[in-house]
């Protein structure tokens, strides 16, 4: 096949690599399998406070249970930077 296997990134779609994810619906007609674009300038995540943890020795009876907790915030920068395919 020209390109190479997909699922070492060799094919491409306008410059920007095509890799296989397993975790994305399947395609179907009018499914959404394939993001597209520059994710970087359309999201962007942010840490909003360090990860941290507790015991808990109380809940298990016998052994400890640790929570941890980190509080994470995303937003859409730039809308027009990535969109999602839909099959036709």
Known sequence: ??????????????????????NMPDVAPGATPSPFGDWQQACMIVR???????????????????KFEMRISGSTVCPGAARLLRIQ
Request: hydrophobic fraction near 30%.
């Open 48 to 66: 909003r406070s360090p990860v941290t943890f507790q015991t808990d020795p109380y809940s298990l009876g016998w052994c400890l249970q640790y």
């Open 1 to 22: 096949m020209p390109g190479g296997d997909a699922r070492q990134g060799k094919f491409t779609i306008a410059g920007g690599p095509v890799r296989i994810v397993p």
